[in-house]
């Protein structure tokens, strides 16, 4: 049986030496039209991704989260092809090793599952220990590979691990493993390995790598082209979104959709009759302040304000207030009603104070989100 064992793995192996030819190509993952490809990090990333034929060191890549890596590194990693293999760590580190069979090909890792059974029938495995099998027999048929992609291009092979700060927290026994075998097979040229990660543990662990590149938050001129050109946003308003949150992708983002959201209530708004100079500015700007105040109104103090009833059931039902038959209130349609009304507190008369924030959970690595800006309120 031992025999047929091995015979099935260099089989399998024989089978993937031309693994690297065209490279995993990895889907981005995100719409088009949310993709800033940002192309001078894009272009430093595929020189690190096509290696010269001398080259015997390795990279390590990392950034905060939000600063759009994952994407990036896809992206560079898509455009090179040839001879890069990209890895994406998954959220469970038990499944490293089907991950690492997958970036190969699925098929490999479905006779890594067939082989490794068969081991554990000849009881030469410990069975607490399923998963090392696949990853370590992934490494060796990757290696293979790439010895057989050198000798063809003359050039070492490219293994991606993409957020390998889950295996730092998680195994960081193999991460050690595969920095030591990457140490060992850039002094032997054989291939180049690059580890994409979160700022923090992972670069303190690899402080023998080069200098990491860090990709760092969007400049403004990039935030701006972004804003103005990508999402459409005015350039004084992207401006302004743009001081709100100083280049963070993630949370550029964030503020295009909220935006967005503001502009579908700015209709509601206009609907309803309510911002300046409409037919029931005046009457809806009591209202707006009476909830700001109370929360709620019951239904009869709602058409008090009203000159008859027709007109109270004709503000209802432009989705700026919603009347609930349960307790006989109204309250504001949404929250996004609410954080309109707070943008625009001078025509409504509200005086914000206090923008410090006192929840963390309402920070955003440092810098205040959209909500955080418009609360608390007095009602003058």
């Known amino acids: 049986m031992i025999p047929v064992i091995a015979f099935t793995v ?52 990392c950034g905060e989260h939000g600063t759009g890596k994952t994407t990036l590194v896809r992206i560079a990693s898509k455009e090179v092809g040839s001879g890069v293999i990209y890895i994406d760590v998954p959220s469970n580190v038990k499944d490293f090793g089907e991950a690492f069979g997958k970036a190969i090909n699925f098929a490999f ?5 067939f082989t490794k059974q068969l081991i554990r029938k000849l009881g030469s495995i410990n069975s ?4 090392n099998l696949m990853w370590e027999m992934a490494m060796k048929a990757f290696k293979r590979a790439a010895k057989a992609y050198k000798d063809k291009h003359d050039r070492p092979a490219v293994i991606v691990y993409d957020n390998v700060s889950r295996l730092a927290h998680e195994s960081p026994n193999i991460l050690d493993i595969l920095q030591d075998d990457t140490k060992d097979n ?53 401006e302004r979104l743009y001081k709100l949150v100083d280049g963070r992708f993630v949370d550029l983002k964030f503020v295009v959709i909220e935006k967005s959201i503001l502009d579908e209530t700015e209709k509601k708004f206009r609907n309803a009759q309510i911002n300046p100079k409409q037919k029931y500015h005046k009457v809806g700007r009591k209202i707006i302040n009476s909830l700001l105040e109370a929360k709620e109104l019951d239904f009869m103090t709602y058409t008090d304000f009203f000159d008859n009833d027709k007109e109270a059931d004709e503000i209802l039902e432009k989705n700026v207030f919603v009347y609930h038959p349960g307790t006989n209130t109204v309250t ?6 609410e954080l309109y009304i707070k943008t625009k507190a001078d025509i409504f008369g509200i005086k914000l104070i206090d923008l410090t924030p006192t929840n963390e959970d309402n920070v955003s690595h440092g810098k205040k989100n959209m909500w955080t800006y418009f609360s608390p309120f007095i009602v003058l």
């Open 10 to 61: 260099l089989g399998i192996i024989g089978i993937f030496l031309s693994i690297p030819e065209e490279g995993t190509k990895p889907e981005i993952g995100i719409l088009d039209d949310e993709i800033f490809p940002r192309p001078i990090v894009v272009n430093l990333l595929k020189n690190i991704f096509q290696p010269d034929k001398n080259q015997s060191f390795y990279h390590s890549v």
């Open 109 to 113: 890792e479905e006779r890594v599952s």
């Open 128 to 131: 607490d220990e399923p998963d």
């Open 186 to 238: 850039a002094d032997n040229r054989t291939y180049i390995a690059v580890f994409v990660s979160s700022k923090g543990l992972v670069p303190r662990r690899m402080q023998s790598f080069r200098r990491p590149m860090e990709i760092g938050d969007l400049s403004k001129d990039e935030s701006m082209h972004y804003l103005v050109n990508r999402r459409k946003v005015k350039d004084e308003e992207a």
């Open 332 to 337: 504001f349609q949404s929250q996004s009603v």
